[in-house]
């Protein structure tokens, strides 16, 4: 258990459904990171919150939003959703805004039907 | 733009022999470089990491790394190899400027052992 929490751990859903997918940090960490991962794209960076704001953008579809809470678990909301968008989605967390080397939690697996 | 390269996207290797997995990145100063592997239905779990100073990383499972600025590599070895290596193995290097924590992975290596 890396201590970074993702839930669901398995989520299928059709096209054109919105989704949403949750990340708990590890205690004391403020940073989290998305991250997907696909057969074509790889891993991808997504976009990184510390604290509550959003620090970095990465290739994330305007289709795609996430948030980081108060009590700092995020979640990243995918909508419009296409057969493409089918991957594992990872999440991260860190102690501080510019920590590499960080814990990833197990992932989400989205299947869009 | 950061890349990395890792050019052998499925390695075969036998129970007991060594192992070495192969990273080329793309960057003009030191990078911060890491190695994560994967296991299958499992995340990423971060192997070691190379910031700066003595070239040779030592990590978890019995695996080191070494920096070689003059070939732009950062190669993963391991002296013998258990079954329970079999997974996929990931480069990345940490993305400058900014220091955001960003990290730009390779493609991935999976890793096959032969009993």
């Known amino acids: 258990d890396s201590g970074v929490t993702q839930t669901p751990k398995h989520l299928i859903t059709a096209t054109g459904q919105r989704v949403t997918l949750r990340c708990s940090p590890r205690s004391g960490d403020l940073s989290v990171y998305w991250y997907q991962q696909s057969l074509d794209q790889g891993l991808q960076f997504l976009i990184q919150y510390y604290n509550g704001e959003e620090r970095a953008k990465g290739n994330i579809l305007e289709r795609f939003s996430a948030q980081q809470f108060p009590d700092l678990h995020s979640e990243l909301n995918l909508s419009s959703l296409e057969l493409g968008d089918s991957a594992l989605y990872f999440c991260a967390s860190s102690v501080d805004r510019e920590s590499y080397g960080y814990t990833f939690g197990s992932g989400t697996r989205l299947t869009v039907v | 733009a950061q890349s990395v390269t890792q050019p052998d996207i499925h390695i075969t290797v036998s129970e007991g022999a060594s192992l070495e997995l192969r990273c080329n990145y793309s960057y003009g100063a030191t990078p911060y470089l890491f190695w994560y592997v994967q296991s299958p239905g499992q995340g990423l779990q971060l192997l070691l990491k190379y910031f700066s100073g003595d070239t040779l990383v030592q990590g978890i499972k019995g695996f080191e790394a070494e920096f070689k600025r003059s070939q732009s590599s950062f190669n993963l070895r391991k002296p013998s190899v258990h079954w329970s290596d079999a997974a996929e193995y990931f480069c990345?290097?940490?993305?400058?400027?900014?220091?955001?924590?960003?990290?730009?992975f390779g493609q991935g290596t999976t890793l096959q052992v032969k009993p």
């Open positions: 990345a290097v940490g993305e400058v400027p900014g220091n955001t924590g960003k990290l730009i």
